[in-house]
């Protein structure tokens, strides 16, 4: 067997990996589609390109991504740490210069003396053993891999073509497993040039005045509010019949799907008013939209929590409804894309090994994790594992406590009936043994277990890569 691990894919995941295996001494061919074929969603050949929103979610202390973070910090995450070089405000959360973040981890991965970067994509796999693979190819895999894949899961191409039902997404279709759902969509958020924003209308405020004031918030009436939704709601969406039955990810609805479950859905979610007090007269907005600064030059603003797919002319003519952005300039708008991942439960260990083939290992979002963050983490577990099979060992997997431990024990053991990729979440992690009732506490203990066993189970992984 090659003592050299394949990486396909250089996103968030695989650019990870790399790092990880170089970090142990391992030799890396990284594989990377762009430039020569592009996905829907990608505009760049730079590794790690973030796609969507710049946000890698909360740093406050004992919340759940924190924890993964903190692990991902004493595991060292190159990723991680490109990212805090790359950080521009956002109150409690660690966002990033989406641009600035790739370019230097583009820099990092490719200048590495271990890690040889293939511009070229890859369509087949081999599963015989005689190769340690790490599949990384993210939510946009290619058709071709996707087959791949496909064949590697023990599914018979033709027979899951006849299955399928949309001839447009046959690859991805080949994924399922007869009545398990292995391709869904998510929605992309609009972004706004910050000077075509109406300042004299809008106020910055922190939710509950937690971490600095770094959010524009939009303030609206109920006058204005019924006016919205009514043109919300009215307003025509991308090839409308295409998206009758879509499957969507319930932590990712567009709004305009959300806005259909009821007159006051919106202002329970993404336009949720509390904590969020007008300056001026003290008082809570009906509603809220908030704007998260994308760069650091803060030139540019996302909606958040505004991903739709409604027609570009119609968001321009929605959105400019909103308070403040009656002049808004949209530099992106929000849309609709494929995702595709494969049935953890069903094929991999909580190595993330395939249980067919343990030296093919998934990562990142097509491993069925949800997010920059856990796509990342996974990319760093898996790099871990890979290493300790290029040095002929077996894998161990990290302790259940952990947070890492958690996303990979859900990838391998969730219902594989229904199975749908996760974000990290308290409700991943073990309960405590005694009960305790007061939230925060609780949560700082389940965060404290997961270190203190973290830290011991990387001093053992330490150990062995020393003692080879
Ligand atoms: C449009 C969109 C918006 C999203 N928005 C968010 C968000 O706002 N926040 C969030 O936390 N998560 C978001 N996600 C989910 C997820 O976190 C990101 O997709 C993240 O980039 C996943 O990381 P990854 O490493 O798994 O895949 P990616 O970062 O997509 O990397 C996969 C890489 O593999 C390459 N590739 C694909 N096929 C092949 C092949 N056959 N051969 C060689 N290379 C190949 C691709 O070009 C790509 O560079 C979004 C996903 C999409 C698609």
Redesign the pocket.
Known sequence: MSDRVRI???????SEAAWQCALRGVEVEL????PQS??P??QTADF??????N?LKSDSENTAPWLLKEEMRRAESRLLEIARECAVPAGHALAVDRVAFAAKVTQVISTNPRIAVRRE???RVEEDGSQITII???????E??TAEIARLSGHNRAQFVEQGTRVKFEATECLAQANAHLYFY?S?SPIVEADSIDMSRVYMAARYDKGTADYINCPMSREEYDRFYDALIAAQSVEDHDWENLNYFESCLPIEEIARRGRDTLRFGPMKPVGLKAPDSGKTPYAVVQLRQENLRADSYNLVGFQNHLRFGEQARVLRMIPGLENARFLRYG?I?R?TYINGPALLNETLQMKLHPHVLFA???CGV????E?IAT?LMAGIHAATLARGEDPIAPPRSSAFGSLCHYVAHANPKNFQPANITFDLLPQLETKVRDRKERHRLQCGRALQEFDSWMDQVRSLAVRK
């Open positions: 396909v894919g250089a996103g968030l995941a695989g594989f990377e589609m762009r592009s996905t969603a990608h790690a390109e973030l796609v969507c929103s946000s994509e890859v369509s990384a190819t993210g939510p946009l895999t290619s071709a891999l998510d992309i849309q894309h995702n990142g979002q097509i949800e997010g920059y963050v796509s990319g």
